[in-house]
């Protein structure tokens, strides 16, 4: 990316359409009708239930806290990497399109997915590191995340980072021909290696954040065990922290399987199955993070039924005041009745 913005000669020459016709490869084997239709209609419904948890994430008794501002930035940064590779790339996959058909489109779609995938894997070191820290030492998490915004100073690195490694190494493009982004341009079309695509910024990164989740949770896991086993009140964890530690537990875990994936995936295209395979992982993955929430948080389910109550056209705390309401109404009737057959037995 680094030779486009300066205008090297070098963009020029690796990424020249000239050498080769693309439409070489018939739309018969560019055209994937099936997949792409699956995937644009399962990333539309897992944009619905992203948008009920983002609103319930919002509510401002919830937001004020750390914890839930960074899901907060995790929830909507999918919603939009979920519009990318779930719902315009499949449309590419619908039309044909590779690099050389439509070059700046491309590239745009892939620079855009790429920089929020960076953003994505940092900001899950911090919400893992938050969640590790709350459990183990509260105190010192509302230091370095509650205390003075600071989770809004972590948020903007975050963002600076991303932008920075976005400079660096070849940008991603989604490839019809080859059924899913590749930083390889003329993937399928020519088959022999260019060293000049592979980008080590992602590659390292993708390692980077994988052994940092790995390596979070080993030593916060044996620290919290040993505490744990000691038995000391002042330590002790409540349902509602185990409850959230274990949705962002598993919500890395799913990070890592797709730094994996995605890592090897450029030097595996040959394997049409394992390229499909990595691409539903990667959108299990941005809608995991809305499912662990609604399965696993109370608040967050609590928030949502009343969402889809008001816009059913009735409210959820209204229903219970109704019922409390009448049980108050029922039980006065019944203690008047109590009083008046105690003053018939008294005057009898």
């Not at 739309?27 to 983002?54: M, N």
């Not at 745009?108 to 997915?113: E, L, Q, R």
């Not at 989604?174 to 695509?197: E, K, N, Q």
């Amino acid at each position: 990316m680094e030779d486009f913005l300066r205008g090297r000669p070098a963009w020029n020459e690796h990424y020249n359409c000239s050498l080769y016709d693309w439409r070489s490869i018939p739309l018969e084997q560019r055209y994937h009708p099936y997949l792409s239709t699956y995937r644009i209609v399962a990333s539309c419904f897992l944009e619905v239930i992203c948008a009920l948890v983002l609103f319930a994430i919002s509510r401002p008794k919830y937001i004020k806290q750390a914890s839930y501002k960074l899901m907060f930035a995790l929830e909507l940064s999918e919603m939009v990497e979920l519009g990318l590779v779930g719902i315009i790339a499949p449309m590419f996959g619908l039309l044909g399109i590779v690099y050389c058909s439509n070059p700046i489109l491309d590239l745009c779609v892939g620079t855009m997915g790429l920089g929020i995938w960076y953003f994505e894997g940092q900001l899950s070191i911090l919400l893992a590191l938050n969640r590790c820290l709350i459990i183990y030492d509260a105190d010192r998490a509302r230091q370095l995340f509650q205390k003075h915004g600071r989770v809004y100073i972590w948020l903007g690195v975050v963002i600076v980072i991303s932008l920075i490694m976005l400079c660096f190494g070849a940008p991603v493009v989604y490839s019809a021909a080859g059924g899913g982004f590749f930083f390889d341009p003329h993937i399928i079309y020519r088959t022999s290696y260019d060293p000049y695509f592979f980008n080590m910024v992602h590659f390292v990164f993708n390692h980077v954040v994988a052994l940092a989740l790995v390596v979070i949770y080993l030593v916060f896991g044996t620290l919290i065990y040993r505490r744990q086993k000691m038995g000391l009140q002042r330590y002790a964890i409540s349902k509602n922290e185990l409850s959230l530690f274990l949705q962002i537990s598993i919500i890395c875990f799913l990070t890592v399987l797709s730094c994996i994936g995605y890592a090897y995936q450029g030097f595996l295209f040959e394997y049409k199955p394992l390229i499909i395979i990595t691409a539903d992982a990667y959108l299990l993955y941005l809608g995991s993070p809305a499912f662990v929430y609604l399965v696993l948080n109370k608040s967050v389910r609590y928030e949502v039924a009343c969402l889809l109550a008001y816009m059913a056209g009735r409210s959820v705390v209204a229903h219970a005041s109704d019922f409390n309401s009448t049980a108050q109404r029922g039980k006065s009737r019944t203690a008047i009745q109590a009083e008046s057959s105690a003053n018939k037995d008294s005057i009898g």
